[in-house]
Structures are given as structure tokens and as C-alpha cells.
């Protein structure tokens, strides 16, 4: 008998799939309907339940700020736009400027119901969910979005690890400007007894770039030694939100998170696709953002003045795939 399950309910009138792995005691619940969202991921370790991602206290308040909890998904492009605006071969795209009226932020599927494909569960697979959203079929991105697209994405959980499996693809006629990302909110510290200061983070990036009003400048510069992540560097009282690039430039890269007090790390992987680590710790929230990303911030506007952001151009029928796990394991 399979210990992995996927468990079907719903509030509030909202349908959820709890994905559910015994073996590992893991759980992650996912909210196809509210951006295809990941409201709960838990881990029961050591007598205790971990919240391994910050969903908001309900999902009303999921509902009412979906790019500030849980999971959010970044398409057809992450973080900013500068202005909202931009050109590709000829065509001048305006997208709403959602950012305090300044810039298009993080895409135009977050907030948007996705359609539910399949989900299942056996051993080696695991408990799985997929979720399908097509943009001709919404008007809140057919109607700002001149690029016809549909992305497919998956959540697995196998082995107590989250994993995001995704795919977009060019469904118009004319080619397809694409950037993805994804934006996990991960609690820092991890339990009640731990301290922001102490948390760590260790990432395979060897450059930053220059930001200004957070819209890179398109120059690529070394990091200080404070804010090297090579280095395994302690948080302490330090504000980030930085884009670094280079996490790609071995193959597949690695980051994680260590919360010394928990005895536990959260380790984010990213297939080779994915070049940019955006990372995000406020200090007036305690959360850690771990964002792997295929480009730059305004990749689009920098690919226009010659700059490599890594762009992505999906011919049409053309597709990408690309992946993204979470995964938490005790510290050695």
C-alpha cells in the first residue's frame, strides 16, 4: 500500500488537494483556484510541526494577497517591468502597473483560477497535482497580454521534498517573450525558539546586479563580503533584495537555508535553466524569500538595449520546461 495520498475537500466553497506524504509525515495543500497556490507545507519532525512555507493565517487572506504568501507563481515574466511598459520586434506592450502604480510586478497568473488536469498518488511518483491555465481564456490577461500562451505546472511531493514541475507554451501565432520565476515565502526563523540573525544562506551566485529603484542598471557586479552568499552568510540585521545572477553556471544549483536553532535546512533546487537568485529577507516580516528565476528583472527592456538578462523567446507551438524542488532535511 502507497503512504503518499491526495486528499480532497473543500471550504469555504473553495476546492483544495492536500497532498500527502506518511512516510516522510509532509503535507502541502494547494489552492487551485487562487493562482494555483501552495497554502500549507508541513513537515512533523521531532515532535513538532513545521511550517515549511508562510500561507497567511487564512485563505481569505491567501485570497486577498497572493503574492505575499505561500507559493506565488511568476509568469510571462518575474519581478518588475519597468514602467509597464516594453517592446518586442516592433510591438510596444503595456502591462497594468500594479506596483504602487510604478511597475508590473511578478507576472499575470498569480492571482488568477487554474483548471485542475490530474492528480494521483503511488510510490513512484508520489502525490501529485497539475493544474493548467490558458490566457486567451481569462480576459484579465488576454486583454493586457498580446502573446497567447498556456502554462501546465505540478506539484509533487515525494520523499517529504515539494517539487515544481512546469511548462509553458507558445499557443498564438507570433513568437512569445518568457521569463519564469517563483517566489516561496519561507518562515524565518523556522520555529519560535530561533532568531532572524542567526539564519543562514548559502547560494552558488558569484555576481549582483547593480539595482537602481530595484530595476537593474544592466551592469553585473561582485558582491560585498556581507552579502556573498558563497560564503554562508548569517543574516544578522541586514535588508535584502537583491537579484543575483551566475546560479546556473555549474549545471544545476543548489541554495540553502539553515535555521541553527530548528536543527533544519530547506534546500531549494533549480534545473539549469534557471540563472537569476532573487532574494528577498525585510526586516519587518519574519520571512526569507528563495527566488529562482530564468532572467533578470526587466529582462525584457534590458534584452531591447543589448544587455543578456535571459530572455526567453518560445517560437510558436514552441515549449520550455523547467524545475524547481523544496526540500527539508534534518541538520547533520
Request: proline share 7%; glycine share 10%.
Amino acid at each position: 500500500m502507497s503512504h503518499y495520498s491526495v486528499e480532497r475537500r473543500t471550504e469555504n466553497g473553495i476546492d483544495l488537494y492536500e497532498l500527502v506524504d506518511a512516510g516522510s509525515a509532509s503535507r502541502a495543500v494547494i489552492v487551485p483556484s487562487i493562482g494555483n497556490q501552495c497554502f500549507r507545507y508541513t513537515w512533523e519532525v521531532g515532535g513538532r510541526t513545521l511550517h515549511l512555507l508562510d500561507g497567511g493565517e487564512s485563505l481569505r487572506q491567501l485570497a486577498d494577497d497572493p503574492t505575499h504568501y505561500g507559493n506565488p507563481i511568476l509568469f510571462p515574466f518575474p519581478n518588475r517591468i519597468k514602467g509597464g511598459v516594453f517592446e518586442f520586434e516592433g510591438r510596444r506592450v503595456e502591462v497594468p502597473r500594479d506596483e504602487k502604480g510604478i511597475n508590473a510586478i511578478h507576472g499575470l497568473v498569480r492571482n488568477q483560477p487554474w483548471k485542475v488536469t490530474g492528480f494521483g498518488s503511488d510510490e513512484e511518483r508520489g502525490a501529485w497535482i497539475t493544474a493548467r491555465i490558458d490566457s486567451e481564456e481569462l480576459p484579465a490577461i488576454k486583454d493586457v497580454w498580446p502573446f497567447p500562451f498556456s502554462l501546465e505546472y505540478t506539484y509533487r511531493l515525494r520523499n517529504g521534498a515539494l517539487e515544481n514541475e512546469v511548462t509553458a507554451r507558445n499557443t498564438g501565432t507570433s513568437r512569445l517573450p518568457m521569463g519564469f520565476g517563483v517566489h516561496p515565502w519561507f518562515p524565518m526563523p523556522l520555529t519560535e525558539q530561533g532568531s532572524r540573525a542567526a539564519c543562514r544562506l548559502k547560494a552558488p551566485v558569484d555576481k549582483v546586479w547593480e539595482l537602481e529603484q530595484l530595476i537593474p542598471t544592466g551592469r553585473l557586479l561582485d558582491p560585498t563580503p556581507e552579502r556573498d552568499l558563497r560564503r554562508d552568510i548569517a543574516f544578522g540585521d541586514l535588508f535584502f533584495d537583491d537579484v543575483y545572477g551566475g546560479l546556473n553556471a555549474s549545471g544545476p544549483s543548489e541554495s540553502v537555508y539553515t535555521d541553527p536553532a530548528a536543527g533544519v535546512q530547506i534546500a531549494v533546487w533549480a534545473d539549469a535553466g534557471f540563472r537569476e537568485l532573487v532574494v528577498y529577507a525585510p526586516t519587518n516580516r519574519n520571512v526569507l524569500c528563495i527566488e529562482p528565476y530564468t532572467c533578470a528583472t526587466d529582462a525584457f527592456n534590458l534584452a531591447r538595449r543589448g544587455v543578456d538578462a535571459g530572455m526567453i523567446v518560445l517560437e510558436p507551438g514552441g515549449s520550455w520546461s523547467g524545475k524547481i524542488v523544496y526540500a527539508p532535511r534534518l541538520l547533520r
